[in-house]
């Protein structure tokens, strides 16, 4: 049997970055993928003849010091340095674009407190950031103090931020983005395109607790408020996947890991679809929580109150993506598009959400990428609760035909 110093399960780019770096420190890596390309949800897919999408993900980069410390570069990997335009689209035509200049027709109030806001937004980030790079200690026991030093940094953060921006980055995380929001503007239509963000992929609404914190998020993800990188997603995790393998790691694609072996609650390798056994000493897995540790792992190895605690875990996706081919002349402008109206319609899209329902007035996101047009739909239920995805896939069909030119009257046709 072949013995590995640690097997990556899935090779989405959460794997992909753990196995870089193990296999640059000289570990003999193994990631294994059930599919038969690398990427998990930041991949480029090809639906048919110049048809190729982001099937997934909508925009973004990883951190500069991952790009840096795998050289990424050299692997292929650009990133795009020019900001696209942020535009909330309107019923009447008059479409918004996310700058202080535009923002004076609607409110010269909030055309002025813009730049604050985008300054606050910028360096709530930063500290967002640096949050993430923290290396938490163990505590209270086995503390090293050497695991205090990022502790130390992330203090000299927010002491650096400067005593407001300090307890307002504080205040934030726990708001609602409208709370957030009503702090600096009056205008219910720049509230809610900024707001469309704070609620971007989650399973919330605008008036939800801790969307002051998903906003700040995202926006240290996309740098500001329109996405990055668009129609780039397989770029990203092909550079990543070169890397791995330019350290020495390998990677192994349509190799479906069926049962991680356990002997006496130690993870000692996994099996394979086909029976095949891999040895390891450590196993990582980039699958979700509930799958790694109740299926692949299984109920019977773990404590009965964690495994409570996992099944307790709340995975309620609430995104559907569609994606539109057209003969290139679809007359949507380069940037990052957005129906979100209101406030109240974005809660109201939200709440389709909590009853198993499609919103029938979503909120949409609409990027594009050569001739290709993707819209994030949300809120449409992984799990719908009087009805099934073959009977509404036909009524998705219907609304795209329907819709299309409410967000271009020169689009063409789509197939």
Known sequence: MSHYDTIIIGAGHNGLVAAAYLAKQGKKVLVLERRAIVGGSVVTESFGD???????????????????????????????????????????????????????RISEKDAARFPEFVRFMDKAASILDTAYATIMPRLPL??????????LELGLELKLAGRKDMLNFIRALPMTAQELLDEYFESDVVKAAIASVGIHGFTLGPMGAGTGY????????????????????????????NAVKSFGGEIRTEAEVKSIKVESQIAKGVILANGEEILANQILSSADPKHTLLKLVGAQDLPPEFVWHTQSIKMRGSVAKIHLQTNGSHGIPEGTLVVAPSIKYLEKAYDAAKYG????????????????VSIHFQSAPYALRNSDWKVESGKLKHWRLTHLRNISPTSNRQS
């Open 50 to 104: 110049d048809f190729k999408a982001d099937s997934i993900y909508a925009g973004g980069t990883l951190r500069p010091d991952i790009i840096k410390d795998l050289k990424l570069a050299s692997h292929g990997l650009t990133v795009d340095t020019v900001r696209k335009p942020f535009i909330s689209l309107q019923a009447d035509g008059n479409h918004l674009t996310l700058d202080a200049e535009s923002i004076k």
């Open 142 to 151: 086995n503390f090293n103090i050497r695991e205090g030093y990022g502790l």
């Open 214 to 241: 998903t906003l700040i998020h995202n926006w240290m993800n996309r740098g500001g408020l329109a996405n990055v990188n668009v129609g780039k997603a397989g770029e990203i995790t092909q550079a990543l996947a």
């Open 357 to 372: 329902e499609i919103s029938e007035k979503p909120y949409l996101e609409v990027t594009t990428s050569g001739n290709v």
